[in-house]
């Protein structure tokens, strides 16, 4: 299939706001003025998997430029812009990606934009929260299991599988969750593992082929990045990892000021809500927390946070912020944010326990920071959608909640993420990360590494321009009694920003 998106005829309208927005992305559009005509990724065959929109859209058109073959999903069911999609799509660039996704359909997105036509995978990845490392990393190993369990004589016997051959005959899905020794499957889980049987059953060896051909993967947010650091400290790492979430110029800009500008614009147009007055409770004050925490107090909300840790704990009480738990503000707050990036942060008893019309939402990365499923089965409770992306649900007592975006990132999914100026930062280190993977690709080895500050700093400096802003020159004498170089890097690896 060449593409799948919600409406090709939406293109027209896609590439006005792709036309609209590249001015606002001088990152971007430097890149392709300095390196394009070097076309450094020529060559390169790159998957990505990050939410498919207008910004996103500048970014795959600069890969374009740069050299890449470029094949394209979204990182989340609720994100994709369907205009810019469809924009893309009809430049040839396959894009599998439309708003409003189905669990299945999205690893189904996300394996199509992972095969090339020639039934083979990409050489490098552009992820946004892991699960397209996620989706090779989890097929080899099932690959090898079932590899594994067809050499067993013992399974065979006691499972009466002799007659196998492994996987292609595999009869159906309970099948091979059965030899997996899968048990209780999330949706989530199900449909990945769905992803992962008919990959498999069609050819048998298609994630160690893709794995032996993935030259590394540049990975933009901080779930990701765990993810990876997990997997190299377990060995089990299988290529060359570029960690652009923690380049200064991502975490301390997208995460902070996007999300002080995005969370605000998706509550808002999920609700209408008014919110100077209301008591805004935000979990977790990291970058995305203090971003959030910041635009909730601009628009008048009172604000508490929770937090784990006592440095950021204290970095709360210093910005002015009460910090406290979030069963104390249960009878408080009129809206709860998660924006911790770990799991059950509210509780289905949580929200049974909130005041009348309470709005919750997620802004971290995945959906198990509320505890959705389980508010969906909390006994006698009705579920009234109000409209796409907002979910009323009201308990047997007679209160209600409101979801946004079924607990999923709240600023994409209800509106359309970060500002072109913010996401040019985060994305042009993205293109720094793949020409670098590409460049290295005969020596690099299965390790997550950052890109240099000499790199980050260029990335800043390619956006002062358009903030008007006119950078002081070092002398000599300075730069040599503050021990840096005239150009830079002006700071050591370990200061803090
Ligand atoms: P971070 O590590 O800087 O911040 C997370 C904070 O949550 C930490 O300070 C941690 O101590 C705290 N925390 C952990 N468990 C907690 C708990 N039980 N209660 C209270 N606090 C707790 O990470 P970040 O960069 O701020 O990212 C947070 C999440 O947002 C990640 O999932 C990241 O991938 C995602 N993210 C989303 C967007 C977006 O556009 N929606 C943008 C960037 C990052
Ligand atoms: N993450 C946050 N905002 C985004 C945007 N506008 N495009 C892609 N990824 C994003």
New binding site residues.
């Given amino acids: 299939m060449k593409y799948k998106v919600k409406d090709i005829k939406l293109a027209d309208l896609g590439r006005k706001l792709i036309e609209t927005e590249e001015p606002e992305m001088p990152g971007l559009m430097q890149t392709r003025t300095k390196y394009g005509p070097k076309k450094p990724l020529k060559g390169a065959r790159i998957m990505g998997s990050?939410?498919?929109?207008?910004?996103?859209a500048i970014?795959i058109e600069t890969l374009k430029e740069l050299g890449a073959d470029v094949r394209w999903a979204s990182c989340n069911i609720f994100?994709t812009n369907d205009a810019a999609a469809a924009a893309i799509a009809k430049t040839g660039t396959p894009v599998f990606a439309w708003k409003g996704e189905t669990v299945e359909e999205y690893w189904w997105c996300t394996k199509e934009a992972m095969t090339w036509p020639d039934g083979k995978g990409p050489d490098l990845i552009v992820d946004?929260g892991g699960d397209a490392t996620l989706l090779i990393h989890k097929g080899l190993e099932a690959e090898r299991r079932l590899a594994a369990v067809k050499e067993s004589k013992v399974v065979k016997e006691s499972k009466g599988i002799d007659s196998l051959k492994c996987p292609k005959d595999l009869k159906d899905f309970k099948d091979f969750k059965d030899i997996m020794g899968l048990g209780d499957l999330s949706a989530e889980e199900t449909a990945l593992y769905f992803t992962i049987f008919t990959t498999l059953k069609k050819s048998p060896h298609w994630f160690s082929e893709a794995a032996a051909r993935v030259k590394g993967v540049s990975e933009?947010?901080t779930t990701g990045v765990h993810r990876l650091y997990q997997l190299e400290a377990k060995g089990e790492l299988l290529f060359p990892a570029v960690n652009v979430n923690d380049s200064v110029t991502k975490s301390k800009f997208?995460n902070i000021y996007?999300c002080r500008e995005?969370l605000v614009d998706g509550i808002k147009r999920a609700t209408d809500v008014m919110l100077a007055g209301k008591n805004a409770f935000v979990c977790g004050y990291g970058d995305v927390g203090k971003g959030c925490a910041e635009s909730l107090r601009e628009n008048h909300c009172r604000v508490r946070v929770s937090e784990v840790d006592p440095i950021c704990a204290l970095q709360a009480c210093m910005a002015g912020f009460d910090v406290g738990t979030v069963e104390d503000a249960l009878r408080w707050a009129n809206l709860f944010v998660t924006t911790t990036g770990n799991v059950d942060i509210i509780t289905a008893e949580h929200m049974a326990k909130m005041r009348d019309r309470t709005i919750v939402c997620n802004i971290g990365h995945f959906d198990d920071e509320i505890q959705v499923a389980r508010l969906m089965s909390w006994p006698g409770v009705k579920r009234t959608n109000i409209k796409p992306q907002v979910d009323k649900f009201t308990f047997p007592d007679g209160h209600s909640i409101y979801l946004l975006a079924e607990g999923r990132?709240v600023?994409?999914g209800c509106a359309?993420?970060?500002?072109?100026f913010?996401?040019s930062n985060?994305?042009t280190n993205q293109c720094l990360a793949q020409m670098k993977l590409w460049k290295e690709r005969a020596s690099a080895k299965p390790q997550v590494v950052r890109l240099p500050k000499e790199l980050d700093e260029e990335v800043a400096r390619l956006h002062l321009a358009a903030c008007g802003a006119k950078l002081t020159k070092l002398t000599k004498r300075q730069a040599d009694y503050i021990g840096v170089n005239v150009n830079g890097p002006f700071k050591p690896d370990y200061y803090r920003y």
């Fill in positions: 990050l939410h498919m929109t207008v910004e996103t970014l994100s946004d933009e947010t997208d996007g995005s990132l600023n994409l359309t993420g970060h500002p072109g913010v996401m985060s994305f």
